[in-house]
């Protein structure tokens, strides 16, 4: 009993943020979030055209626990405030690998927010999920991003050369990943 009242207690938290399940309230902070031009420009690959309504409404309805890719809202530990989301997808049970991946409000960024929340999203993979290896994939030219995951643990595993068309030109994307050794060390 004692381990269930400790994890019931501690689950999902960090010491800057606390992870939830996102909620119908979540949607118009969520939006906010994500329409940021400067933020898309650092997390999408596509064209970055501005979401349309509908295209958020569609990624929030398929959000569920039935599947095989799990998103957390990313909330502030004392004031229970919205600050984004962070996920884990493409877990691969076979091979015990999964990416992750992180969007957080521009107030927010470059505070050590990101960093604890990446942090507990590779506690509750290491210790709930039977993965092995955590990937990410960011762009070269998000250095804060980069040195948030190397804080994290993750070490660089490769660059995709002129991967990206951005800015005009081609841009490097970074592969980065973590291993379960790596990180109980």
Same mark, same amino acid.
């Given at each position: 009993?004692?381990?269930?009242?400790?994890?019931?207690?501690?689950?999902?938290?960090?010491?800057?943020?606390?992870?939830?399940?996102?909620?119908?309230?979540?949607?118009?902070?969520?939006?906010?979030?994500?329409?940021?031009?400067?933020?898309?420009?650092?997390?999408?690959?596509?064209?970055?055209?501005?979401?349309?309504?509908?295209?958020?409404?569609?990624?929030?309805?398929?959000?569920?626990?039935?599947?095989?890719?799990?998103?957390?809202?990313?909330?502030?530990?004392?004031?229970?405030?919205?600050?984004?989301?962070?996920?884990? *997808?493409?877990?691969?049970?076979?091979?015990?690998?999964?990416?992750? $991946?992180?969007?957080? +409000?521009?107030?927010?960024?470059?505070?050590?927010?990101?960093?604890?929340?990446?942090?507990?999203?590779?506690?509750?993979?290491?210790? *709930?999920?039977?993965?092995?290896?955590?990937?990410?994939?960011?762009?070269?030219?998000?250095?804060?991003?980069?040195?948030?995951?190397?804080?994290? +643990?993750?070490?660089?595993?490769?660059?995709?050369?002129?991967?990206?068309?951005?800015? $005009?030109?081609?841009?490097?994307?970074?592969?980065? +990943?973590?291993?379960?050794?790596?990180?109980?060390?």
């Amino acid at each position: 009993m004692k381990l269930i009242k400790a994890y019931t207690e501690t689950f999902l938290t960090g010491n800057k943020v606390k992870l939830r399940k996102i909620t119908q309230e979540d949607f118009q902070n969520y939006m906010n979030i994500e329409d940021v031009m400067e933020s898309r420009l650092l997390m999408n690959d596509g064209i970055p055209f501005p979401p349309m309504l509908a295209d958020h409404e569609k990624f929030i309805s398929e959000i569920s626990s039935e599947k095989d890719d799990f998103m957390f809202a990313v909330e502030l530990l004392d004031q229970n405030v919205f600050i984004g989301t962070i996920a884990v *997808y493409l877990v691969n049970w076979k091979n015990g690998t999964c990416y992750v $991946g992180i969007s957080l +409000g521009s107030d927010y960024q470059g505070k050590g927010y990101g960093t604890d929340a990446m942090n507990v999203l590779l506690n509750f993979i290491f210790n *709930y999920m039977n993965v092995n290896k955590v990937k990410l994939q960011v762009f070269g030219f998000n250095k804060k991003a980069i040195r948030s995951y190397e804080k994290c +643990g993750f070490r660089l595993e490769g660059t995709l050369r002129e991967e990206l068309f951005r800015f $005009g030109k081609y841009q490097d994307v970074c592969v980065m +990943g973590i291993l379960r050794g790596d990180w109980q060390e």
